[in-house]
C-alpha cells in the first residue's frame, strides 16, 4: 500500500513564495517519476511539473520560470518551489509517483491535494 502525502500549501500574496513537499510511503521499490498537477474549480487537472528520478524535468509554460521542481530519491519525496506566485495559479495543487513496487509494474499514485491560494 502506498501513500503520497502534500503539505506546504497555504494563502500567500501575490508575487510571494510557497514550498510544498510530498512523500511518498509504503513498500516502494524505486520511483520512475514523480510530479505535481493542479486543479481548479470547473477545470480539468493539468501538469505543473514533473520530474524523473534521474532528474529530468517537465513544466508547463505558465510555470516555467517561476517554479522548480526537485527530488530527493533517498525520502521518496518531490518537492515544488514556487516563487512569484500568481491569482491564476490558485488551485489545488496534487502530487503524483510512478513508483515501483517489489515485483509489479510501474503504477500512477494520487495525493490528497494541497489547497494553494493567491490572493491579495
Known amino acids: 500500500q502506498v501513500q503520497l502525502v502534500e503539505s506546504g500549501g497555504g494563502l500567500v500574496q501575490p508575487g510571494g513564495s510557497l514550498r510544498l513537499s510530498c512523500t511518498a510511503s509504503g513498500s516502494i521499490f524505486s520511483i520512475n517519476a514523480m510530479g505535481w498537477y493542479r486543479q481548479a474549480p470547473g477545470m480539468e487537472r493539468d501538469l505543473v511539473a514533473s520530474i524523473t528520478s534521474g532528474g529530468n524535468t517537465d513544466y508547463a509554460d505558465s510555470v516555467k520560470g517561476r517554479f522548480t521542481i526537485t527530488i530527493d530519491n533517498a525520502k521518496n519525496t518531490v518537492y515544488l518551489q514556487m516563487n512569484n506566485l500568481k491569482p491564476e495559479d490558485t488551485a489545488v495543487y496534487y502530487c503524483?509517483?510512478?513508483?515501483?513496487?517489489?515485483?509489479?509494474?510501474?503504477?500512477?499514485?494520487w495525493g490528497q491535494g494541497t489547497q494553494v491560494t493567491v490572493s491579495s
Open positions: 503524483n509517483g510512478r513508483l515501483v513496487l517489489l515485483l509489479k509494474r510501474p503504477y500512477e499514485y
